[in-house]
């Protein structure tokens, strides 16, 4: 070590502890938009702004982030280091952003058009550009390793609440007083997380991520990743969510459903579905106030749908038809009252059409020659996973527009681009535009808009 290493010998070093190719090797280095693009990532889960660099808050850092990443982005595309995908996700998004100022549009009101586009718009161009480099499976793996990096961060925190009484910086947790006089103490964290729920919500999403995190799974790969997900479950029983808890339980369903036949996946999530719904009336006996009073905010929001079906009532306008101008805590409810019909379908394709490819990907990479093709194989199931935790708590939670959403829209569509590259290439796409988007899309769009609202009539 005295005398140094060589530039080869790094470079082998590198290759051999990340396995990692060489032209792997070479993308992750040199590619400055992914690079401004993890960052970004990483900044929206730290929030240093909020805790660590209070000088720095109300001055735009992500933005600056995503320009010096849109520069870069163009300067590669141009030198071909990157290609923009083929297929409906860009097109998908896009139609998402028309559709969230065609809300405000109807109601001519220029003050939320005006909102809408500009937080929007940041959500859905950044989707696009993460879209775009995320094109290979070491960058699956990195973006893994933010979600469970920054999770276990935040999962200190919330122990450090529990036991010393505080956090970082000295945060303090949130106390509740339960209606029967037993004070909680609830952990947090900040930022977007800057509630238990959206804490206990992110926590139980990154937990199949701790299994992404070598390119073997290997003895060594599940103890890693049970040793992670130790920390971060014990770390949602410090929120005492509700929705944390219903989060936790699809992953780990969706997990259990990971070690049966692949093809079974799609019939046993029906499964959970169906089993999730007829669970309402039951639940429905245990609900406490505050849950009651959201059933009743969800029907109080179905009403203003009713009303506006096709372009809802405006984004990010739900609440001013709530009583007391109360949040909606639902992400579904939220969406399709607020966007209507017309938002609500692009929203909801995005998530359900990116299952289905995740699915296919795994059904066809299951039996990859390659390391890294098994890898995506993997990969794409614990994706899934990781979106039905995130997807089944925002059935209690305000989270249809937030950026990690929009990342795991981002994981779920560029599997089936970075899978091409591990199949013959007169392959079929795994995504058929007429069958999937417009048929499965409109079905399962409309048919989630109904279960929802039976839901709700059994709660």
Request: proline residues 4%; contains cysteine; positive net charge.
């Amino acid at each position: 070590m005295a005398q140094g290493l060589s530039g080869s010998e790094v470079y082998g070093l590198w290759s051999t502890v990340y396995g990692l190719s060489g032209s792997e090797v070479y993308g992750l280095s040199l590619t400055m938009s992914f690079f401004f693009s993890f960052l970004f990532m990483v900044m929206v889960f730290w929030r240093p702004q909020d805790w660590m660099f209070p000088a720095l808050k109300g001055l735009p850092i992500l933005d600056g982030v995503v320009a010096a990443a849109c520069l870069a982005l163009l300067a590669e595309i141009q030198q071909k280091k990157v290609k923009v995908p083929k297929g409906p996700f860009i097109g998908l998004v896009i139609g998402l952003f028309v559709a969230a100022t065609m809300s405000q549009i109807v109601h001519t009101y220029y003050e939320g058009l005006i909102k809408t586009i500009t937080e929007v718009w940041k959500m859905c161009f950044f989707a696009v550009l993460l879209f775009c480099v995320t094109d290979r499976p070491s960058r699956l793996k990195a973006i893994a390793a933010v979600f469970v990096v920054m999770t276990s961060i935040m999962a200190v925190h919330a122990h450090m609440q529990q036991k010393l009484g505080y956090g970082f910086t000295g945060a303090e947790p949130m106390l509740q007083m339960k209606p029967d006089g037993v004070l909680l103490v609830r952990s947090l964290f900040f930022g977007i997380f800057e509630d238990p729920n959206d804490l206990a919500q992110i926590l139980a999403t990154a937990v199949p991520f701790a299994f992404a995190l070598t390119w073997r799974s290997g003895a060594f790969s599940r103890a890693l990743g049970w040793g992670i997900g130790a920390l971060l479950v014990s770390a949602i029983f410090t929120t005492h969510s509700r929705g944390g808890m219903v989060a936790l339980i699809a992953v780990l369903g969706v997990m259990f459903i990971l070690l049966l036949p692949t093809r079974w996946m799609p019939y046993m999530l029906g499964v959970m579905a169906v089993g999730a719904l007829a669970l309402c009336p039951l639940s429905g006996m245990f609900l406490e106030q505050s849950a009651r009073e959201r059933v009743d905010f969800w029907g109080e929001a179905n009403w203003a749908f009713k009303r506006e079906p096709l372009f809802g009532v405006g984004y990010s306008m739900i609440s001013d038809h709530i009583g007391r101008g109360r949040a909606i805590h639902n992400a579904f409810v939220g969406c399709y009252s607020e966007l209507g019909v017309f938002g609500y379908w692009f929203w909801f394709t995005i998530l359900m059409v990116g299952v289905i490819g995740a699915w296919r990907v795994r059904i066809a990479l299951r039996t990859a020659e390659t390391v890294q093709g098994r890898y995506v194989a993997r990969f794409a199931g614990l994706a899934v996973a990781a979106m039905a935790g995130f997807a089944a708590s925002s059935y209690f939670l305000t989270r249809a527009y937030v950026f990690p959403l929009f990342f795991l829209f981002v994981i779920l569509w560029a599997l089936p681009v970075i899978a091409k590259d591990y199949l013959p290439e007169d392959r079929a796409p795994f995504i058929n535009v007429r069958r999937d988007v417009y048929l499965y899309g409109t079905l399962g769009s409309l048919g989630s808009i109904v279960y929802i609202y039976l839901s709700i009539l059994l709660l």
